[in-house]
């Protein structure tokens, strides 16, 4: 169990810092497009968001092929194409049971779970705060 809390541990901090610096690069490109195309009123808005959503499915996308590789790595899994779909809906914490480690492998599992939720729910923090400063929705008048 320890060794599953030592890479989970290792994993999750790289995933804090693929968030951080992804939700950073985000912001910016955001702001690049929105600035390159001049837009002005609700397109400005709707490029805004499309950048977000687009720009936060990449960094989730990134986090999940870091979750599989290290499954593969540590052989958790029996091939890449397993352990991704493992990591996907473990990450996304849909968990259709299909697919399970094995026993001595279920706390890297769970730690996974864990950090898909708070990682969700960051980028969900994100998108509401992008929606409501920059984009399409306006406080007062949309909520």
Same mark, same amino acid.
């Given at each position: 169990?320890? *060794?599953?809390? /030592? @890479?989970?541990? +290792? %994993?999750?901090? $790289?995933?804090?810092?693929?968030?951080?610096?992804?939700?950073?690069?985000?912001?910016?490109?955001?702001?690049?497009?929105?600035?390159?195309?001049?837009?002005?009123?609700?397109?400005?808005?709707?490029?805004?968001?499309?950048?977000?959503?687009?720009?936060?499915?990449?960094?989730?996308?990134?986090?999940?092929? *870091?979750?599989? /590789? @290290?499954?593969? +790595? %540590?052989?958790? $899994?029996?091939?890449?194409?397993?352990?991704?779909?493992?990591?996907?809906?473990?990450?996304?914490?849909?968990?259709?049971?299909?697919?399970?480690?094995?026993?001595?492998?279920?706390?890297?599992?769970?730690?996974?779970?864990?950090?898909?939720?708070?990682?969700?729910?960051?980028?969900?923090?994100?998108?509401?705060?992008?929606?409501?400063?920059?984009?399409?929705?306006?406080?007062?008048?949309?909520?």
């Amino acid at each position: 169990m320890l *060794l599953n809390l /030592a @890479i989970g541990t +290792l %994993v999750i901090s $790289l995933t804090v810092v693929i968030h951080t610096f992804g939700l950073i690069a985000v912001t910016h490109a955001m702001r690049h497009l929105v600035a390159k195309f001049r837009m002005h009123g609700r397109r400005s808005r709707v490029v805004a968001m499309i950048s977000v959503v687009m720009g936060l499915f990449t960094v989730m996308t990134t986090e999940v092929w *870091l979750w599989a /590789a @290290i499954f593969q +790595l %540590v052989g958790v $899994l029996p091939d890449f194409e397993t352990a991704l779909y493992f990591s996907t809906i473990t990450f996304s914490t849909v968990g259709y049971g299909d697919v399970v480690p094995a026993h001595e492998w279920r706390v890297l599992a769970a730690l996974e779970g864990v950090n898909g939720l708070l990682l969700i729910g960051w980028s969900t923090a994100y998108l509401i705060a992008a929606g409501t400063r920059i984009g399409p929705f306006r406080v007062g008048e949309h909520f």
